[in-house]
């Protein structure tokens, strides 16, 4: 438990899930400068304007109409689905108060954040157009994409090295935040074309054979956590080795096949932590109110640093081992 972040990064034998998880601490301490990034995400997303495009969604969804050429049947479902969409988007409320400011913490890739699960402080700026809506959309993500391929690139330099060296990172910049625009525009493909076409027709045969949207709905589940374990570690390998999303994928597939049942315990407390601190955290920022907020950023920004040059150490140990294993049988 005591040994420190370089002693864990050279070892040959990767080390235990604790330690590693220590490693990961040890290192962000060393360059805890980083959360610099993090912080004034959320500074600007907790006190800046609150961009809503609540008016016009509800508006969109009013006035959708099936698309020309549909038979009957078809029409009314998805005429039943936009009512219900819309009886859902006013009652929760959620989507209609949701800051678009947010997108510059990208979900899943982007930097850590906690104002992102709380109401903005800033005035409300509502977003009437679609053509604006896009623009205000697109330039989040890629300002987010930018932010976090500055932050991860740089910690996991720190991992690699012991220490982030922003004057010796600038020429990864350019590549890593290209690669992480395209693992997300990957996701999100993926997303559209496998993902929602599945969950609709799930949805449509819910009512009229039950049996095979039960199967269709374990096969998702399956398959979708399949896809938790086994690409875990892309964004980290897309960082730490420096590789397009399509390696990465593999070298994350390769890492978690070679290290299952370790891999396993340590995703499970990776989730355990990130998504029950933060609940401490919301707690701290009801009772003291700006200050509790202050620290809840600050505090869930350092944890989810950690966590993350935790993982990134757990999956360099093991990528390094595995490449010298597979030198060697050559």
């Given at each position: 438990?005591?040994?420190?972040?370089?002693?864990?990064?050279?070892s040959?034998?990767?080390?235990?899930?604790i330690?590693?998880?220590?490693?990961?601490?040890n290192t962000?301490?060393?360059?805890v400068?980083l959360?610099?990034l993090?912080?004034?995400i959320?500074?600007?997303?907790?006190?800046?304007?609150?961009?809503?495009?609540?008016a016009?969604?509800?508006?969109?969804?009013?006035?959708?109409a099936?698309?020309?050429?549909?038979?009957?049947?078809?029409?009314?479902s998805?005429?039943?689905?936009?009512?219900?969409?819309?009886?859902?988007v006013?009652?929760?409320?959620?989507?209609t108060?949701?800051?678009?400011l947010?997108l510059?913490?990208?979900p899943v890739?982007?930097?850590p954040?906690?104002a992102?699960?709380?109401?903005?402080?800033g005035?409300?700026?509502?977003?009437?157009?679609?053509?604006?809506?896009?623009?205000?959309?697109?330039?989040g993500?890629l300002?987010?994409?930018?932010?976090?391929?500055?932050?991860?690139?740089?910690?996991?330099?720190?991992?690699?090295?012991?220490?982030?060296l922003p004057?010796r990172?600038?020429?990864?910049?350019a590549?890593?935040?290209?690669?992480l625009?395209s693992l997300?525009?990957?996701?999100?493909v993926i997303?559209l074309?496998?993902v929602?076409?599945?969950?609709?027709f799930?949805?449509?045969?819910?009512?009229?054979?039950?049996?095979?949207?039960?199967?269709?709905s374990?096969f998702?589940?399956?398959?979708?956590l399949?896809?938790?374990v086994?690409?875990?570690?892309?964004?980290?390998?897309?960082?730490v080795?420096?590789?397009?999303?399509?390696?990465?994928?593999q070298?994350?597939?390769e890492?978690?096949?070679?290290?299952?049942?370790?891999t396993?315990?340590?995703?499970a407390?990776f989730?355990?932590?990130?998504?029950?601190?933060?609940?401490?955290w919301?707690?701290i920022a009801?009772?003291?109110?700006?200050?509790g907020?202050?620290?809840?950023?600050?505090g869930?920004?350092?944890?989810?640093?950690?966590?993350?040059?935790?993982?990134?150490?757990?999956?360099?140990?093991?990528?390094?081992?595995l490449t010298?294993?597979?030198?060697?049988?050559?």
């Amino acid at each position: 438990m005591n040994r420190t972040a370089p002693d864990a990064r050279a070892s040959s034998q990767p080390t235990g899930v604790i330690d590693t998880l220590q490693a990961g601490f040890n290192t962000l301490n060393r360059n805890v400068w980083l959360l610099i990034l993090p912080v004034a995400i959320d500074l600007i997303i907790w006190l800046g304007p609150q961009i809503s495009v609540g008016a016009l969604t509800d508006r969109l969804l009013v006035n959708a109409a099936p698309p020309p050429g549909v038979d009957s049947t078809m029409a009314r479902s998805l005429d039943q689905l936009r009512q219900s969409s819309l009886q859902a988007v006013r009652q929760d409320g959620e989507l209609t108060q949701y800051n678009l400011l947010k997108l510059l913490a990208v979900p899943v890739v982007g930097v850590p954040s906690f104002a992102v699960e709380r109401p903005s402080e800033g005035t409300t700026v509502s977003v009437d157009s679609v053509g604006a809506a896009g623009a205000v959309v697109g330039a989040g993500v890629l300002v987010g994409l930018c932010v976090a391929a500055l932050f991860y690139g740089l910690l996991a330099q720190a991992v690699r090295e012991g220490r982030a060296l922003p004057q010796r990172f600038l020429a990864d910049f350019a590549a890593l935040w290209i690669w992480l625009l395209s693992l997300l525009a990957l996701v999100v493909v993926i997303g559209l074309g496998i993902v929602l076409p599945v969950a609709f027709f799930a949805s449509l045969l819910a009512s009229t054979v039950p049996t095979i949207s039960a199967i269709l709905s374990t096969f998702a589940l399956a398959a979708s956590l399949w896809a938790i374990v086994y690409l875990f570690f892309t964004t980290h390998a897309l960082f730490v080795s420096r590789v397009p999303p399509l390696t990465a994928v593999q070298r994350s597939v390769e890492v978690v096949r070679h290290n299952f049942w370790s891999t396993l315990f340590f995703i499970a407390l990776f989730i355990v932590i990130s998504t029950g601190l933060p609940k401490v955290w919301e707690v701290i920022a009801d009772v003291l109110q700006v200050p509790g907020i202050v620290l809840g950023i600050v505090g869930n920004d350092y944890i989810l640093a950690g966590l993350a040059a935790g993982s990134m150490t757990f999956y360099y140990q093991r990528v390094s081992r595995l490449t010298a294993t597979q030198s060697d049988h050559k």
